[in-house]
């Protein structure tokens, strides 16, 4: 089974990821962006100002094609419950966002193009735990560091994450992430557990498919 951890800067999920590891020893912990040259890629681009918004989307999507191809795919194949920090709803809001506030590019729903480009090869988790979280907490959480975690451009995000939830109600557990760490960590628990009750036997190769 597949599960993902979505939400803006600062919103808890790489602390509950981190607690995740001791609840469930057996599983994949994963992350994007990756360790990998394309993860490594992907950050330069985050630290330059000036980079094109297209080639950065285009940047991430390597990196998570990359991602599925040597972790993620022979994980589910293993039948292993995988829990990654950030997965492809990471780009629809962001780079979804990014491409919108954008000059010289004429799409017409950005967020949409951004699902479009994943849809033929990408995996669609089983789960995605959301952190809801207001984008000036999130920024000021964050520190404002890299050019995405400041709250104008987080507002934008957020919203997108709320066209995200509303398109597949199902797929998305919505977590209030200004509730103190200890809560947060038992509602994403009990989220993981139910779906982990309900894929019983329905996808027993675990292939998230
Ligand atoms: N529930 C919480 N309440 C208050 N602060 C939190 C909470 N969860 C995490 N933090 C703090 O907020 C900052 C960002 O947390 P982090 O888990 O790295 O978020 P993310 O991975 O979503 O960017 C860290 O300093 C962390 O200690
Ligand atoms: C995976 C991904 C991350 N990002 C952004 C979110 C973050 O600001 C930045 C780095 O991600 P990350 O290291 O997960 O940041 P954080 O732990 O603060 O949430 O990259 C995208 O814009 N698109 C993506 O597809």
């Not at 981190?18 to 990756?34: G, V």
């Not at 729903?109 to 994943?118: A, G, I, N, R, S």
């Not at 999130?138 to 451009?153: L, P, S």
């Not at 995000?157 to 977590?175: G, H, I, K, Q, S």
């Amino acid at each position: 089974m597949l599960a993902t951890l979505e939400g803006l800067d600062g919103s808890g999920k790489t602390t509950v990821w981190e607690a995740l590891h001791e609840r469930y020893p057996d599983a994949t912990f994963t992350r994007e962006p990756t360790n990998s040259w394309y993860g490594d890629a992907v950050y330069r681009s985050i630290e330059d100002d000036e980079a094109d918004p297209l080639a950065e989307l285009f940047l991430y999507t390597a990196d998570h094609a990359d991602h599925l191809s040597r972790v993620i795919e022979p994980a589910l194949e293993r039948g292993d419950l995988v829990v990654s920090d950030r997965y492809s709803d990471s780009r629809f809001a962001y780079q979804g966002a990014t491409l919108a506030a954008a000059e010289g590019h004429d799409l017409a729903d950005p967020l949409e193009y951004v699902v479009d480009v994943h849809e033929p090869f990408s995996i669609t988790p089983d789960l995605t735990i959301y952190f809801d979280l207001d984008p000036e907490t999130a920024a000021e959480r964050a520190g404002a560091t890299n050019k995405f975690e400041h709250a104008d451009y987080l507002a934008d995000v957020r919203a997108n994450y709320e066209r995200l939830l509303e398109r597949e109600p199902d797929r998305f557990a919505r977590v209030n992430a200004t509730q103190d760490p200890d809560a947060v960590l038992e509602a994403v628990a009990d989220a993981l557990e139910r779906t982990l009750a309900g894929s019983d036997g329905r996808d027993a190769a675990g292939t998230g498919r």
